[in-house]
């Protein structure tokens, strides 16, 4: 135990303490364009890429192009991880 103990030391301090989550997303959303949140709307609602083009007049790539930006400016790299952070809204 004793050689594990400077290990999980170092990784402990390493790292990051999280903001609670009502703070990351009134951050993050604030971040958004009016554009970005509305795509965020429909992805909310369910629909795919191809039906949120044709809500909003938009191709689908476009509809992609704009949930790349969204995915970076929350951090994440996923449709449900962008909703549950966005889910308080």
């Known amino acids: 135990m004793g050689m594990l103990m400077p290990h999980i030391d170092n990784t402990l301090r390493k790292i990051q303490h ?24 429909w992805v909310k609602s369910g629909k795919t890429n191809h039906e949120i083009g044709m809500i909003l007049q938009i191709s689908q790539n476009t509809v ?13 790299s996923r449709r449900a991880q962008a909703v549950a952070i966005l889910s308080g809204q």
């Open 18 to 41: 999280l903001e609670p989550m009502e703070d990351v997303a009134m951050a993050t959303s604030s971040e958004l364009s009016m554009r970005e949140l509305e795509i965020i709307h």
């Open 64 to 76: 992609k192009s704009h949930l790349k930006r969204i995915f970076n400016k929350l951090n994440v």
